[in-house]
């Protein structure tokens, strides 16, 4: 049985993730989530982590929000520490600038998640249209939910609901993308 390991940096991508990857992984691969405390602990430890993982027919995934950084450098230096452990089939991405501009890409996931109304129609605001390059997309999910998005709950309870095809953000695209590529074809 195949498992797919996924290191992130913080508990809300693992409570995202726990919502969205079953409605698209076949039920016979095994999910697993290592949870660092930061970017910086991810940087620091997932060299190690990688090197020592033992469980066989694992596929690894990185997943990192970019926040200010410079996207091909943070995947560029990711992408040396997985070839440094021997683990260099591992899918590194980058979410631009934080998972929640993926919600961003779906913001009537977001009202359904979190009964709100009257978020989709911020997807016609400039601000708001390149979803990817909302600066703080945490802070602005915050400001337009009047302040109840929570990034733990509001991820599980956003997860269930992301539109796997018609989310706005490229980085959520790509995402998606890459984690298929990893299911064997049968």
Not at 50 to 79: T, Y
Request: charged share 30%.
């Amino acid at each position: 049985m195949m498992t797919i390991v996924f290191f992130l940096e913080e508990a809300s991508a693992k409570a995202l993730l726990e919502g969205l990857l079953p409605r698209f992984l076949p039920p016979n691969i095994t999910l697993r989530f290592v949870v660092f405390e930061g970017k910086q602990d991810l940087e620091k430890q997932i060299e190690g982590k990688l090197r020592g993982w033992r469980l066989p027919d694992s596929r690894f995934v990185v997943l990192r929000d970019q926040d200010s950084g410079e996207c091909r450098k943070i995947k560029d230096d990711l992408q040396n520490k997985c070839v440094a452990a021997g683990k260099t089939e591992t899918l590194v991405r980058i979410a631009c600038r934080e998972v929640e501009a993926w919600y961003f890409g779906d913001l009537a996931a977001v009202e359904k998640a979190i009964s709100q109304s009257n978020l989709s129609h911020y997807a016609e605001k400039a601000k708001y249209r390149d979803v990817d390059k909302i600066v703080a997309p945490s802070n602005e999910l915050r400001a337009i939910t009047g302040q109840t998005y929570q990034k733990v709950s509001g991820s599980r309870a956003i997860g269930p609901h992301l539109s796997l095809t018609a989310n706005r953000s490229r980085s959520f695209q790509v995402f998606i993308e890459g984690v298929k590529r990893l299911i064997p074809v049968t």
